[in-house]
């Protein structure tokens, strides 16, 4: 029922969802955000590739573990799920070309549930859902200083530090059952 390919396929369309749901949520950060929250900010240059090594890195994790649980059919995970933890960060461009946005407006627990709910109704698919939930903590967990949980309600900022060890346990849990489930789901059980 499920190859490979359309897991691929599945994986190119959460993508793509998931980069509009973040720029979405960028965009309406920018036009309801009360101004003193309007402070996100630009990384420095040379910090970006670290950053980004880190982030990589922790997606390579997450897409390896589901892999090995989701069988041969997991392998485009390995690829999708550090595709997924770094897309988040989208939500920072406004800053890059100089205009006023709030810190992080997409890495909230509100843009995670709305995020869950869409990619449900497109795909279906609890395995990729999983996938998202994975990337989505994951990349929380690897990210440090100031983020709003619940934004766009609420632009109150709290430190993401605090989070780390639960978006941790949540990230690995999650890759964990998306392998599972993707496995599950293949016709006949277990592949060979
Ligand atoms: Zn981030």
Sequence with gaps: MKSAGGL????????VVYAALILAFTVIGMAVAPPDAQVGAARPANDIPVHLSELLAFGLLLGAMSAVIGGIRGLPLVILAPMLVVLLDLDHLPAYIGLAQPIRP????VFIAVAVVCT???????????ALLSAFT???AVDEGLFAPFSPLSYGYVLLDQYRLPLIACSLAAALLSGYFLRRGNRGGPSR
């Design 106 to 109: 997409a890495h909230s627990f």
């Design 120 to 130: 449900a109704i497109v795909l279906r698919r609890l395995d990729l859902e999983l």
């Design 8 to 15: 691929g396929r599945a994986g190119i369309t959460l993508v």
């Design 138 to 140: 994951g990349h929380l």
